[in-house]
């Protein structure tokens, strides 16, 4: 954290508890104090540990290529790039599993309506393995989480990635996919790209 921060942290922690126990009383203040602690508290639970994601491969190891698609992939040139990344070398097995996050909307998280969000993830699903079927690739699929760096951690616990390539639309229109690339960049150990479904190819 950076040194500033912890005085703005401390003042936004304080000021509100003294300002309640000076105009209201001791009971206002109590309150005050008691909704501060319950924000920490969310807060805290809503943190995600920071460390890095998944394995370093070596060189001999098996092809094991995590495709996170944030939306249906059938373009033809991301297709042709998946495919390529999840060809072996000769002598190594390759498994391909393509994971869709169930991205949902705040009116249904509102109503706690997930079927939506879930059904949406299983046509990009079933889009993206056709496409990639067709090109030789076979894959397993699996909905995520629908936040982008959380579904691939949990994908991680039980698919040791040896790379893994992020499919979106281009940064403009899904800003989430762009924050979540350099997350996923900056902490994961196998090889990581972003492949931009409207814009450069990868980087």
Same mark, same amino acid.
């Given at each position: 954290m950076a040194p500033w921060k912890l005085p703005l942290i401390v003042l936004a922690i304080a000021v509100p508890i003294a300002v309640a126990f000076y105009a209201g009383g001791p009971g206002v203040g109590v309150a005050m104090g008691a909704l501060v602690a319950v924000g920490i508290v969310f807060v805290?639970?809503? +943190?995600?540990? +920071?460390?890095?994601?998944g394995h370093s491969a070596g060189a001999t190891a098996p092809v094991r290529l995590l495709v996170v698609a944030a939306s249906a992939v059938e373009d033809p040139g991301a297709i042709a790039?998946?495919?390529?990344?999840?060809?072996?070398?000769?002598?190594?097995?390759?498994?391909?599993r393509v994971l869709a996050p169930a991205r949902i909307g705040f009116l249904d998280r509102w109503a706690s309506d997930v079927e939506g969000a879930r059904r949406e993830a299983q046509r990009s699903l079933v889009i993206t393995v056709a496409s990639l079927a067709k090109a030789g690739v076979e894959a397993e699929a699996r909905v995520g989480?629908?936040?982008?760096? +959380?579904a691939v951690?949990?994908?991680? +616990?039980?698919?040791?990635?040896?790379?893994?390539?992020?499919?979106?639309?281009?940064?403009?229109?899904?800003?989430?996919?762009a924050t979540a690339a350099a997350e996923l960049e900056r902490r994961l150990r196998p090889r990581f790209r972003w492949l931009r479904l409207s814009g450069p190819a990868a980087r």
């Open positions: 805290a639970v809503r +943190q995600r540990p +920071q460390g890095p994601l790039e998946i495919a390529a990344a999840a060809a072996p070398p000769a002598g190594v097995s390759a498994v391909v989480d629908e936040d982008l760096v +959380q951690e949990d994908q991680l +616990q039980s698919f040791d990635a040896t790379e893994v390539l992020l499919v979106s639309d281009v940064a403009d229109e899904d800003p989430g996919a």
